[in-house]
């Protein structure tokens, strides 16, 4: 992973990091929107302006792959550089609830 995609990633917007999450699965914006809607239980909304721009700059990043289109709509699917920066995404968050879990028991 070269040292600029880690710089603009790491650490992740919440929107990148549940953008890639989502991504582990073929899907299109909009069933994106949703599932994040679901996961988050609304404390995290995704308006399109902001989904799509993302979509398109993970994509020229090389984080995700335009996969096919299925009745107008873009699938997508993580690539392995996404992987890799969603699991050290991944690891930073573990790390700062262990942290914070260590640090509420002293």
């Known amino acids: ?3 600029h995609i880690k710089k603009v ?5 919440e929107t990148g990091f549940y953008i890639l999450l989502c991504l ?3 899907m299109h914006g909009y069933s994106i929107v949703r599932k994040v809607d679901r996961l988050t239980g609304g404390d995290v909304v995704l308006s399109p302006g902001t989904m799509y721009g ?5 994509e020229k990043d090389g984080l995700i792959r335009f996969v096919r289109e299925e009745e107008k709509r ?5 690539t ?3 992987q890799q920066v969603l699991d050290l995404e991944k690891g930073r968050i573990e790390r700062l609830y262990r942290t914070m879990k ?3 028991a002293e």
């Open 1 to 3: 992973m070269d040292a």
């Open 9 to 13: 990633y790491v650490p992740m917007t």
């Open 24 to 26: 582990q699965k073929e």
């Open 54 to 58: 993302s979509l398109s700059k993970m």
């Open 74 to 78: 873009k699938l997508y699917v993580i």
């Open 80 to 82: 392995d550089l996404g």
């Open 102 to 104: 260590e640090e509420e």
